[in-house]
Nanobody, 127 residues
Framework: EVQLVESGGGLVQTGGSLILSCAAS????????IGWFRQAPGKTRERISF????????WYAYSVKGRFTISSDHNKATVYLQMDSLKSEDTAVYYC????????????????????WGKGTLVTVSS
């Protein structure tokens, strides 16, 4: 059974930092692109960052570029999202997701239709 388990969410003040983790199990890490979406209250889900398990290729949404850093530990099959300079608009539920279908045909980052999703972790940024 494939599982993506997020951790690290919580309450932080504006300008602060958090590190989210996504522990993947039951899948071959190297053939997946794994990353993060977020959904703020009343808004649509937003794709924010992805990394390929094989070679560490990364992608960031414009809204987080320069503030967030995605990385992975192949041995632990875990993807991290270092979030710095947090703003109130970063408040959302953050979901880990994994894709292999799009990556297999050379599409990165994946657009939608992810293979697997985590249950999400809440990040609240207070002013």
């Amino acid at each position: 059974e494939v599982q993506l388990v997020e951790s690290g969410g919580g309450l932080v003040q504006t300008g602060g930092s958090l590190i989210l983790s996504c522990a993947a199990s039951g899948l071959s890490f190297d053939v997946y692109a794994i990353g993060w979406f977020r959904q703020a209250p009343g808004k649509t889900r937003e794709r924010i960052s992805f990394i390929t398990g094989s070679d560490g290729l990364t992608w960031y949404a414009y809204s987080v570029k320069g503030r967030f850093t995605i990385s992975s530990d192949h041995n632990k099959a875990t993807v991290y999202l270092q979030m710095d300079s947090l703003k109130s608009e970063d408040t959302a539920v953050y979901y880990c997701a994994a894709d292999s279908v799009a990556l297999r045909v050379g599409v990165f980052p994946p657009l939608s239709g992810m293979d697997y999703w985590g249950k999400g972790t809440l990040v609240t940024v207070s002013s």
